[in-house]
C-alpha cells in the first residue's frame, strides 16, 4: 500500500520507465510500449534449459528440448527472462559497456522471475527454500573489471543472491584473460574458453548447488566451461540464469 509520502515523492519525482524515460508505475519498471518490445520467455519451454517452444507445440507436462533430451545441457538447469534481439540488446549494451546502472533493477527482477520453477524442476519440493547454496556472477578478468570498472553480472547477482537468502561468491573462481572470441562459432568459443576459470577456493565450492549469473548467454561455451570446472572443484549440482540469451533454430 502506498503511503502519502509515496505519493507526494511521485509527485515531485514521477516514476519514468528506463529505457525511455516516458511515465511509468514505479521507477525502474519499464512502461507498457516498452515492456511490450522484449521477446519474454514464457511457456512452452525447454523444462531444463528454458529454450522456448512455438506456443502450438504440446510436448507435455516437462518437455524437453532434443539438446536436453540427450544429456547435453549446457547446465543442470537454466534460465533467461528474454530472448537477445534488438529490444533486449538496447537494454544489455549501455549496461555493459558504460555505467548503466539504472536497469539493474529491471533486469535482476525479470531474472527472479524466469526462476519461478527452479524448486519444482530441481527436485526440492520437500523445502520451503530453493537448493541453491551459493550465487557465482560469470567472472570477468582483472583486466576487463579494471577497464569496466564493474562486473555487471557481479551487480544482477546481489539482488538475486537475497531473494533466495544466500551469499553471493566473487572470490572463488578466477577468469585469465583471453581476446575477445568475436563471432566465432559454438565450437571454436567453446575451444577458446577452455582452462580459461581457475577454482582457486574449492573448500567453498566443495558439495554446494551453484546458480550461476550472467547477463546473456550466446552460445552457452562460457556456462558450460565454468559448470566443468565447478563440478571438478566438488560442486553438486550447477545451475545458471542470464537475463538474456540467443534463441537459435534446433
Ligand atoms: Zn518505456
Ligand atoms: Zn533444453
Known amino acids: ?36 518490445k522484449f521477446n519474454w520467455i514464457g511457456d512452452p ?10 506456443a502450438n507445440l ?10 536436453c533430451a540427450t544429456g547435453k545441457n549446457v547446465v543442470d538447469f537454466l534460465r533467461a527472462a528474454c ?15 558504460a555505467a548503466a546502472l ?11 522471475n524466469s526462476l519461478r520453477e527452479l524448486k519444482t524442476e530441481t527436485g526440492d519440493l520437500k523445502s520451503e ?7 557465482v556472477p560469470v567472472p570477468l578478468s582483472y583486466r576487463r573489471l579494471w577497464k569496466r570498472g564493474y562486473n555487471q553480472a557481479a551487480l544482477l547477482a546481489r539482488p538475486i543472491a537475497k531473494h533466495f537468502g544466500v551469499p553471493v561468491d566473487v572470490d572463488s573462481v578466477l ?7 568475436g563471432h566465432k562459432n559454438a565450437k571454436e568459443r567453446r575451444a577458446n574458453i577452455r582452462g580459461v576459470f581457475n577454482v582457486r577456493r574449492p573448500e567453498n565450492i566443495k558439495g554446494k548447488t551453484i546458480l550461476l549469473v550472467d547477463d546473456v548467454m550466446t552460445t552457452g561455451a562460457t556456462l558450460y566451461e565454468l559448470r566443468r570446472v565447478l563440478k571438478r572443484a566438488g560442486a553438486k549440482k550447477v545451475y545458471a540464469v542470464v537475463f538474456c540469451r540467443t534463441v537459435r533454430a534446433i
Open 129 to 135: 527454500k530453493s537448493n541453491v547454496n551459493l550465487v
Open 175 to 181: 577468469r585469465k584473460h583471453r581476446a575477445d572470441m
Open 83 to 97: 530472448v537477445y534481439d534488438d529490444a533486449s540488446k538496447d537494454v544489455m549494451l549501455p549496461f555493459k559497456h
Open 1 to 36: 500500500m502506498k503511503t502519502i509520502l509515496h505519493f507526494l515523492l511521485d509527485f515531485l519525482f514521477p516514476p519514468s520507465c528506463p529505457v525511455c524515460k516516458a511515465h511509468s508505475s514505479e521507477n525502474g519498471v519499464l512502461c507498457a510500449p516498452c515492456w511490450d
Open 45 to 54: 519451454k525447454c523444462a531444463s534449459c528454458g529454450y522456448p517452444f512455438p
Open 102 to 112: 539504472k536497469y539493474k533493477n529491471l533486469m535482476s527482477r525479470a531474472m527472479i
Open 58 to 67: 504440446d510436448l507435455g507436462l516437462r518437455p524437453l528440448c532434443p539438446t
